[in-house]
């Protein structure tokens, strides 16, 4: 950071600083996140304020450039980093084994950094931050939607207890990547019920399984079909 900086370069931070909070909001908003461009542009000029004041409280009387080797400039960044993460730690949310909020924790952070960057004048590093971080968001998102992650769901068939319907069952969906785990079996006013748990992988592009759902109608009498939801950070 320089001894003195111009009102034009804490201009030029702070407006640099807005427009990467609002590239990055942006794409939040879109998506229907409650973390938006408003709250990237406050956390990220929040960030770049508290750097600019550490600029401007640096040349301190009686002492020359030289002496600043010893400071450590440290203290101020790794304090706000760990206010962001009591922020960011509100936005992670648990229910069961879904976790939510995960990716807006990591943007708050990412964009507390790039505040930071521009705040201290490392102008270069927060745009190349910014374009990695909209890179990631937007175009990698499109790479994520097609990566086959694991996928559960509950299937209820109604039939008479079978020693030989698990291995049908497992039978007809293995060409789709599935396979059934037995998990129990209840018999409620005559009717015969046995509940399995589905495994497979499908990626995010390729929507629900309705070719799964289609091919066990036809040839089970289905009673109920749950699929686990799935995150949405």
Known sequence: MPLYPTWQDIALRLALTVLAGAAIGIDRSVRGHVAGVRTMILVALAAALAMVQANILLPLAGKTGASFSIMDQMRLPLGILTGVGFIGGGTILRRGDLVTGVITAATLWVVTVIGLCFGGGQIYLGIAGTALTVFTLSALRWLDA????????????????????????????????????????????????????????????????????????????VARFELAPEPHN
């Open 146 to 221: 097609r990566i086959r992650r694991e996928q559960r769901a509950i299937l209820v068939l109604r039939a008479a207890p079978d020693d030989g319907l698990s291995e049908r069952l497992n039978a007809l969906i293995a060409p789709l990547g599935y396979r059934a785990i037995f998990q129990r079996q209840s018999d409620t006013s005559g009717e015969h019920k046995v509940w399995f748990e589905l495994l497979g992988k499908r990626a995010e592009a390729a929507g629900p399984p309705l070719d799964l759902v289609n091919l066990i109608n036809r040839s089970f009498d």
